[in-house]
């Protein structure tokens, strides 16, 4: 089983959609947990971090479920420059911050 | 500047043949890492260094070989390059005391012919 798993997509949406991605971790003691975004051969940046609350930052919203080592990220009014592949992240076992990354789920967003 | 940076940026090269892949950082993190990205996977983690004096290998380090000159140096190389170490290259570093995630080079997409 892979230590990080997404659903690879590609999801295709229209402009202003609310689109949901999910990933898996199957490390139970893994603490830092992360959206990265890819863009085609460009390196992965950080989208943002996900908290155990659960956060927002404008239109993206992450939520962790640690219960059922769940990962979701989801995009309100999704815009054409959303277009991108998007890298569920998770520390490894050991606390140091070497983090495992999933194969990254694909979003083409259409006018 | 950028503040992780990756040379050459494209690379052809033979069978056999050594190369070497260089990063150099600019944030003053003491962690720096290699990963390689093949077409619909995720990022493979090949050899990672906590301080100059650490070296540590990751999932796929044969074939590899690094080389931490100074804190913010990280050369990563291919002893004998064979044609599936094609590959986009990436280093990596991050901070020690904040675990914000790591920031990344642009990348070295290799061609071994």
């Known amino acids: 089983r892979k230590e990080v798993e997404q659903d690879p997509g590609p999801f295709n949406v229209p402009e202003g959609a609310t689109v949901a991605f999910n990933c898996t971790y199957s490390?139970?003691?893994?603490?830092?947990f992360f959206w990265y975004r890819q863009d085609c051969r460009k390196e992965p940046k950080l989208l943002m971090s996900?908290?155990?609350s659960g956060n927002e930052d404008g239109r993206f919203t992450a939520q962790l479920n640690r219960a059922s080592q769940y990962i979701s990220l989801l995009i309100r009014d999704s815009k054409l420059s959303d277009s991108a592949t998007y890298l569920c992240?998770?520390?490894?076992?050991?606390?140091?911050?070497?983090?495992?990354f999933g194969a990254g789920t694909r979003l083409a967003v259409h006018p | 500047d950028a503040d992780v940076t990756q040379t050459p940026r494209n690379r052809i090269t033979k069978t056999g043949k050594r190369i070497m892949l260089e990063c150099s950082q600019t944030?003053?993190?003491?962690?720096m890492y290699w990963y390689r990205q093949d077409p619909g996977l995720g990022l493979q983690l090949i050899y990672y260094?906590?301080?100059?004096?650490?070296?540590n290998k990751g999932e796929i380090s044969d074939g590899y070989s690094v080389s931490r000159q100074a804190q913010a140096k990280f050369s990563l190389s291919l002893e004998s390059a064979i044609p599936n170490q094609t590959a986009l290259y990436f280093c990596?570093?991050?901070?020690?005391?904040?675990?914000?995630?790591?920031?990344f080079g642009s990348g070295t997409r290799l061609t071994v012919v």
């Open positions: 990596a570093t991050s901070d020690k005391e904040r675990n914000y995630g790591y920031t």
């Open positions: 490390n139970s003691a893994s603490q830092s």
């Open positions: 996900v908290y155990s």
């Open positions: 992240v998770v520390n490894s076992i050991g606390g140091y911050n070497k983090l495992i």
């Open positions: 944030k003053g993190h003491d962690r």
């Open positions: 260094s906590f301080d100059v004096k650490d070296i």
